[in-house]
């Protein structure tokens, strides 16, 4: 709508180098960069359970996000509008509505409130803060509209309270979230594929191959692995156990980008988050429980 375009626009009219910098720094916090950073120091260093119910959440709510952008499929404000909104900084190639970065933080924000808010309030007034800069950000930038974040924002609130109420019902049995998880990738895979949207559902992809894989590797670590984030409760251990796993991360992650195909979402998406989840959920506690960090 012409409206929301002239919002930007406005919002636009103080662009310089400086707040260009800014924004986009704000921007990061709704990147899946910041979830997984948040998700391996409470998986690795100080919740498993409770990193798990976050992990399954927060993809399950990227998945409806990603789910909504393709029934939807508005352009972005850039494309739309060229000559009232401009792209500050690399433009996004997905579709606009509803906006992801602001769902990422809505939903990493719910989360941590619904776990830790009651003992710390810094924790929800932190996360309100964050999630309204990356939702300005994100208009600043030219990338969305209105609309699109506030129900990117909606979409990360509903799905944390819904998602997580719902996988309460596992009790201490969370592990058993492999059954659903299996089955819902399986069915993503095949609508996708059945839809011809392989490729442009590359993210639905990366989400469904860490989703699958977190899970598959959480019930092989609850029932063999069995490490103790508590065991070795020293500052420089945690610090090691999130330099050597974050450092792999990264590694596997880039790594795979040299030698797998991008027109082959299957590999290039799928496989390569899949493997990384593999590896924080499973092959990293095992290491870090083996050389006693």
């Known amino acids: 709508m012409q409206f929301e375009a002239d919002i930007i ?9 400086f707040l260009d910098a800014l924004q986009k720094f704000f921007s990061f916090f709704g990147t899946e960069t910041l979830f997984l950073v948040v998700a391996v120091v409470l998986y690795w260093c100080i919740d498993k359970a409770f990193a798990h119910r976050f992990f399954n959440v927060y993809i399950l709510g990227v998945a409806v996000t990603n789910v909504l952008k393709l029934g939807f499929k508005r352009t972005r404000p850039f494309n739309a509008y060229p000559d009232t909104v401009r792209s500050i900084g690399d433009p996004e ?24 808010g009651k003992k710390h309030i810094a924790v929800p007034i932190v996360g ?20 699109d974040v506030f129900c990117g924002l ?89 330099v050597l796993g974050i450092g792999v991360t990264i590694a596997v992650q880039q790594t795979f980008k040299l030698f797998l195909p991008e027109s082959m979402p299957m590999l290039y998406c799928f496989l390569r988050y899949f493997v990384m989840a593999i590896w924080a959920s499973l092959a990293a506690p095992a290491l870090f429980k083996a050389i006693k960090i």
């Open 154 to 242: 909606t979409c990360g609130v509903f799905c944390s309270i819904a998602f997580n109420a719902l996988l309460s019902l596992f009790g201490s049995k969370e592990e058993f979230m492999i059954i659903p998880a299996v089955v819902l990738s399986a069915t993503l895979i095949g609508v996708l594929a059945g839809m011809d949207l392989l490729q442009s559902g590359a993210d639905i992809l990366k989400g469904v191959g860490a989703f699958l894989a977190f899970d598959v590797g959480y019930f092989i670590e609850k029932r063999f692995v069995k490490y103790d984030v508590k065991a070795n409760a020293k500052w420089y251990k945690y610090l090691l156990r999130l």
């Open 93 to 116: 190639t997905t579709y606009s509505f509803p906006s992801g970065h602001t769902e990422s933080i809505s939903s990493v924000s719910a989360m941590l409130t619904i776990k830790y």
């Open 128 to 147: 309100a803060v964050l999630t309204i800069l990356v939702m300005l950000s994100r208009m600043y930038l030219g990338q969305h509209y209105l609309s």
């Open 9 to 17: 626009k406005a919002l636009q009219m103080y662009s310089n180098d």
